[in-house]
């Protein structure tokens, strides 16, 4: 059965079941590059980088942990310029406080997951506030949150844009709202969640608790959630999906490729997926 997915995975355009592959470098300089240090729900974190200014998306792993996974890829902490905090759940903020003291970087959160994360977090020394629905730049880089339906105070997802490029992150959410799909159209790079196959969830060995709130519209998307999704937002110029919270019990990447890749017969699109265990490539968006 796998071996058979795996099969049909491999014909999608641009995928490779062995490897993460990186986009080229851009001729122009106001291209963005990002790169997925850890996905799943032992821990999540997303590089972002214009060259001149670069952030983390969360920092779910150990503060240790990140920083060999950026050392290993030639990138240094302390030239963070921020981490920016999707919502508070664990696998999201484990290494924010420890992050952001070490290196003296501010932290971009909402005021609800500030007050839920205040415990996990520790003493941190600047604060930047945003709202889902209002944008705020980090130098050259804009940042718009948006609202997703997931089981925390305030869960945000993001687009990323600088000049023509636009970048669209959405994971941990129930549900495909009509606000979700509105920021993620005429994205160059979308980072999108497909977490789980129904059939593995339902059958696997979680308590039935967990699985009806993984299963709900505020828990997590499935790879069928996930293709429908991408069906409604593929467009001609987009260039990469990276899917992401890849549940390591309950899916496997050529189940998630084989199913999510159906939405993208029609374009040259590449597909990959992230990983709990090691960084993705850096990809760059034109």
């Known amino acids: 059965m796998i071996q058979s997915a795996a099969k049909e995975a491999s014909a999608i355009p641009g995928y490779n079941l062995n490897k993460n592959t990186s986009s080229e470098k851009p001729d122009d300089s106001s291209g963005i590059k990002l790169c997925l240090l850890a996905s799943g729900s032992k821990g999540n974190s997303i590089y972002i980088s214009d060259g001149q200014t670069s952030v983390l998306i969360d920092a779910g792993l150990s503060g240790v942990e990140i920083e060999r996974r950026m050392k290993a890829n030639n990138l240094a902490p302390e030239n963070l310029d921020a981490i920016i905090v999707s919502h508070e759940h664990a696998d999201h903020i484990h290494g924010v406080g420890v992050l952001s003291r070490r290196f003296a970087i501010p932290v971009h959160i909402s005021h609800k997951t500030r007050d839920a994360a205040s415990s996990l977090l520790g003493r941190i020394d600047e604060f930047n506030i945003f709202e889902c629905g209002t944008g ?11 609202s997703l339906s997931h089981d925390a105070k305030d869960t945000a997802g993001f687009t990323v844009s600088k000049n023509k490029t636009k970048i669209g992150i959405a994971t941990d959410l129930g549900i495909a709202t009509t606000i979700v799909k509105e920021h993620l159209k005429m994205c160059s790079i979308l980072i999108l969640e497909a977490n789980h ?85 850096m990809i760059w968006a034109s």
Request: hydrophobic share 35%; proline share 6%; with cysteine.
């Open 136 to 146: 705020f730049n980090i130098n050259d880089i804009y940042f718009h949150p948006f």
């Open 197 to 281: 196959d129904p059939d593995m969830l339902v059958n696997g060995p979680y308590p039935w608790p967990l699985k009806q709130r993984i299963k709900s519209r505020a828990g997590h998307l499935s790879n069928e959630d996930s293709k429908v999704l991408l069906q409604e937002i593929v467009h001609d110029n987009l260039e990469h999906v990276i899917l992401s919270h890849l549940s390591e019990t309950n899916n496997t990447p050529e189940k998630a490729l084989s199913v999510v890749g159906c939405a993208l017969t029609c374009c040259k699109t590449r597909i990959d997926v992230a990983r709990q265990d090691r960084c993705g490539a």
